[in-house]
């Protein structure tokens, strides 16, 4: 079994920001590094939030497999906010 982690993501646009938390394993996360994800209108009218995930905007939270494991069979793989994996433009997964 692979081991899944809890990660925080989060951009601050000036104008708002964009936070998550969200189970992936570690190599989901290097291969999402450099890939341009697209959130729409999330901080309103004409807002356009989009860019490249870069490596200091997921962070990998310090919490144990077994707990995680036990709330992501509750919550699933995004417990709050924006995962960004599930904002990937088209082509880039």
Known sequence: MVDK????FGWD????????????TEETVADLIG????????????????????????VRVDLDPETIAKVTAVLGMTWSGYNPLNYLEEGAE
């Open 5 to 8: 982690y809890l990660w925080k």
């Open 13 to 24: 646009m000036g104008y708002g920001s964009i936070e998550g938390l969200f189970v992936a």
């Open 35 to 58: 890939k341009e994800v697209y959130f729409g209108e999330v901080l309103g009218d004409y807002s356009e939030v989009e860019g490249e995930i870069e490596k200091n905007d997921v």
